[in-house]
Structures are given as structure tokens and as C-alpha cells.
């Protein structure tokens, strides 16, 4: 079975300034998704940056931008020039391509920003 | 425009009633429908995988009799949660795959608060 591991439970970053938040998984299969979600206060999930396993170009979002190692197993992200805006609990999710189509999801970074 | 509706986003019963919290599509048909279960500060646990016309497929460790799903059309799954209890009160999420496999909608959520 697949597992998504996140272990920073919460971490902090100076306005403008760039953080990383850590993800490793676990799989068998070769082809399968990547996700980071934003869950903000409201607690509605938002898609921050996706990224196809078969694809060797690390994804990027304006100021989000993920390091994809599939080798390692690790798809960290990136957020560069950090807001207000951008304290939320962050998810890592690993989504199969087989007929299940279910997200496993780890256990979130609780991110702050320090103004 | 939202393409999954949530309803309702806070519920509060008393010990020993059930709820019903429903999912709906509103773009597209969805043949399948997953429900996850997120406790306060944790990770999204899923619960179930809603299929349009046929039995819901529960994971492992979750009470079938407890979480009744029904997904009696394409663009509609109902999760009630029956008899509930104090240890009932989550904060539950639907989602619904899109077309392509790395897209995933998310509903709102829903606060439920058993006293």
C-alpha cells in the first residue's frame, strides 16, 4: 500500500523569505500523481501544484515550485518570497492511476508566516 | 463556479440521532465519490469510495453500519452517519475525480458536532 510522510509537523518562515516543506512516499507502482494541497482556515482544500510522475521537469506555480526526486521518493515543495496569505496546513497526496483513482494524503505541515 | 456542493457546512445533533450529509455534482456526472473523515489538526482519512449503482467500498477499520452511502444517481452521494455519537464529531470532506486523473474536486466540508 502507498504512504505519504510528512515530517514537519509545522514550521516557520520570515515574510519574503523561502521555506520547504518535506514530503517522502512509498510505492510500487512507476506512474501516478503527486499533489500539494493548501487547507486554509476555512479549511476548503485548494491545489497548490500537481506533478506527473512520468515527467522528469519539476513543477511550477508563480511562487511554488516542488523538487521531484522519484528515485528518492521525495517531492518537496518550494515556496519562495512567502506571505501572509500563504499560512495554511499544507498536504502532501499521492494519487494511483489504477481503477481506485483515491488520493492517500500524509499528515500536513502547519505553515506560519512570521510578519 | 464551485463544482462540488457540500451540504450543509455545520451540523450539530444531539447523541443517538443520525445526519445526513450530501455531495453533489454540479458539472458533471460522477460516477464515483469519496468521503474523507479529518480530525482536528490531522490529516484527511478516507473513509470510503462512493460508486453510482452499486455498494460503497469502506476502508479498512471503518463501521459499515455506522457510515451508510448512497449513491443513488450521477450527480449525488449521501453520507449519514447514524446513531452518532461524541466521537463522531469530525469534520467530514467529499470528493469527487475528475475527467482527467489529476484533477480532484473538493467539497467544502462538513463540521459535525455531536453533543
Known amino acids: 500500500a502507498q504512504t505519504v510522510t510528512q515530517s514537519q509537523p509545522e514550521m516557520s518562515v520570515q515574510e519574503a523569505e523561502t521555506v520547504t516543506l518535506s514530503c517522502t512516499y512509498d510505492t510500487s507502482e512507476s506512474d501516478y500523481y503527486l499533489f500539494w494541497y493548501k487547507q486554509p482556515p476555512s479549511r476548503q482544500m485548494i491545489l497548490v501544484i500537481r506533478q506527473e510522475a512520468y515527467k522528469q521537469q519539476n513543477a511550477t506555480e508563480n511562487r511554488f515550485s516542488v523538487n521531484f526526486q522519484k528515485a528518492a521518493k521525495s517531492f518537496s515543495l518550494k515556496i519562495s518570497d512567502s506571505q501572509l496569505g500563504d499560512a495554511a496546513m499544507y498536504f502532501c497526496?499521492?494519487?494511483?492511476?489504477?481503477?481506485?483513482?483515491?488520493?492517500?494524503f500524509g499528515k500536513g505541515t502547519r505553515l506560519h508566516i512570521l510578519p | 463556479g464551485a463544482v462540488v456542493s457540500q451540504h450543509p457546512s455545520w451540523v450539530i445533533c444531539k447523541s443517538g440521532t443520525s445526519v445526513k450529509i450530501e455531495c453533489r455534482s454540479l458539472d458533471f456526472q460522477a460516477t464515483t465519490m469519496f468521503w474523507y473523515r479529518q480530525f482536528p489538526k490531522q490529516s484527511l482519512m478516507l473513509m470510503a469510495t462512493?460508486?453510482?449503482?452499486?455498494?460503497?467500498?469502506?476502508e479498512q477499520g471503518v463501521e459499515k453500519d455506522k457510515f451508510l452511502i448512497n449513491h443513488a444517481s450521477l450527480t449525488l452521494s449521501t453520507l449519514t452517519v447514524t446513531s452518532a455519537h461524541p466521537e463522531d464529531s469530525s469534520f467530514y470532506i467529499c470528493t469527487i475525480p475528475g475527467g482527467s486523473k489529476n484533477i480532484q474536486y473538493f467539497g467544502a466540508g462538513t463540521r459535525l458536532s455531536v453533543l
Open positions: 462512493s460508486n453510482e449503482g452499486s455498494k460503497a467500498t469502506y
Open positions: 497526496a499521492y494519487r494511483t492511476l489504477n481503477r481506485d483513482d483515491k488520493i492517500i
